[in-house]
């Protein structure tokens, strides 16, 4: 019991480690064009954002929701939503170009959930352009995983599920 005690607390501190230094990566590679994508005027709509305990329960349910992880791939080896898949930051050529690629093989019609959780939502570079690509592309039922300060914060340190690793 002991163990297994130790053995959770070093994932923890593992996958915040792991987030910070994602963090600071990523902060450093912050640009100009991303910071513009990220501006007030291109947000997402109410309607669209998903709650991180609303998504948890769906999670459980018989229509899981696909998760896609639009964020840097350190912040994603370190914590992730269970069974999401991983398409690289959106607000790069190499994310973008990835997502739409797995994109076009997937339904429109299916039930999509974007999150990144890098920084503060209001600031993120990744979630408005992988919402703009994928709203524009057809999706119909597409949502974003709402976390107002980070992926940490706002899922892992709530005790909702995450996986490690790739």
């Excluded at 018989?62 to 269970?82: E, F, M, Q, S, W």
């Excluded at 994928?134 to 995450?162: E, I, R």
Aim: charged fraction near 20%; glycine fraction near 6%.
């Amino acid at each position: 019991m002991m163990q297994e005690r130790l053995s959770r607390a070093r994932i923890s501190v593992v996958a915040a480690a792991l987030f910070l230094l994602a963090f600071i990566i990523f902060a450093h590679g912050y640009t100009a064009r991303a910071a513009s994508q990220a501006s007030a005027s291109d947000d997402i709509p109410a309607d669209k954002l998903v709650q991180p305990d609303e998504l948890a329960k769906q999670l459980k349910g018989d229509n899981k929701p696909t998760v896609v992880c639009v964020g840097p791939r350190a912040l994603y080896n370190g914590a992730h939503i269970p069974g999401a898949l991983y398409h690289g930051p959106a607000s790069t050529d190499a994310g973008m170009n990835d997502l739409t690629d797995w994109a076009r093989s997937v339904s429109k019609d299916t039930n999509v959930v974007i999150y990144c959780g890098c920084c503060p939502f209001s600031r993120c570079p990744n979630v408005r352009p992988a919402f703009k690509a994928l709203t524009q592309m057809g999706f119909t039922h597409l949502k974003v995983l709402a976390l107002p300060d980070n992926f940490h914060t706002d899922w892992t340190a709530q005790g909702l599920p995450v996986e490690t690793g790739k």
